[in-house]
T-cell receptor, first 112, second 116 residues
Framework: QKEVEQNSGPLSVPEGAIASLNCTYS??????FFWYRQYSGKSPELIMF????GDKEDGRFTAQLNKASQYVSLLIRDSQPSDSATYLC????????????FGKGTMLLVSP | DTEVTQTPKHLVMGMTNKKSLKCEQH?????MYWYKQKAKKPPELMFV???????INESVPSRFSPECPNSSLLNLHLHALQPEDSALYLC???????????????FGPGTRLTVL
């Protein structure tokens, strides 16, 4: 069974710090990896995706992928209280249709 | 424009009611999805439509009936639901649905369903 593992948290960081969110996955054939942010009561919002090993930066967000270790992470620089949310890691399934397996999410709390 | 719209935002229904959830996207996406999400859980895939055809049914009970009238619209018909079906129902779309790995899914705002 394909699995995506995340630490449920909460991960607490002070405002301005770097938040580091981690995710491991079991499907070695997966080729694309997504980070969604979900505020309480709202729907998931796609904030980053990465397909190649290495780093991908977009503003304050950096996604990191290491396929050999089956590990993907999200760094949030200069964390803001508005970043407080649950972050869902999603991995595409390598067989059949393009479906995603979601991790259970990590709750991030950024304190002022 | 990466917008997926869903109506209604909230729905309260009794166990004998019939209701429908609607989803629409105008991004030209050919794959559309229904997910169910319970509190503090990740989204759980229910159905996938690819090029207007049902591609995946994740063993969803027959009281949930999906329909894809055209490439922009997706409906979920509800009948004889149970209180445990109360959840956030999410629609998503992506460019293509068949074995395309580089395929971001964009979610709508969801319908909060309460079954009494």
């Amino acid at each position: 069974q394909k699995e995506v593992e995340q630490n449920s948290g909460p991960l607490s960081v002070p405002e301005g710090a770097i938040a580091s969110l981690n995710c491991t996955y079991s499907d070695r054939g997966s080729q694309s990896f997504f980070w969604y942010r979900q505020y309480s009561g709202k729907s998931p919002e796609l904030i980053m995706f990465i397909y190649s090993n290495g780093d991908k930066e977009d503003g304050r967000f950096t996604a990191q992928l290491n396929k050999a270790s089956q590990y993907v992470s999200l760094l949030i620089r200069d964390s803001q209280p508005s970043d407080s949310a649950t972050y869902l890691c999603a991995v595409n399934n390598s067989s059949g249709y393009s479906t995603l397996t979601f991790g259970k999410g990590t709750m991030l709390l950024v304190s002022p | 424009d990466t917008e997926v719209t869903q109506t209604p935002k909230h729905l309260v229904m009794g166990m004998t009611n019939k209701k429908s959830l609607k989803c629409e996207q105008h991004m030209g996406h050919r794959a559309m999805y229904w997910y169910k999400q319970k509190a503090k859980k990740p989204p759980e895939l229910m159905f996938v439509y690819s090029y207007e055809k049902l591609s995946i049914n994740e063993s969803v009970p027959s009281r949930f009936s999906p329909e894809c009238p055209n490439s922009s619209l997706l409906n979920l018909h509800l009948h004889a639901l149970q209180p445990e079906d109360s959840a956030l129902y999410l629609c998503a779309s992506s460019e293509g649905g068949q074995a395309i790995p580089y395929n971001e899914q964009f979610f709508g705002p969801g319908t909060r369903l309460t079954v009494l």
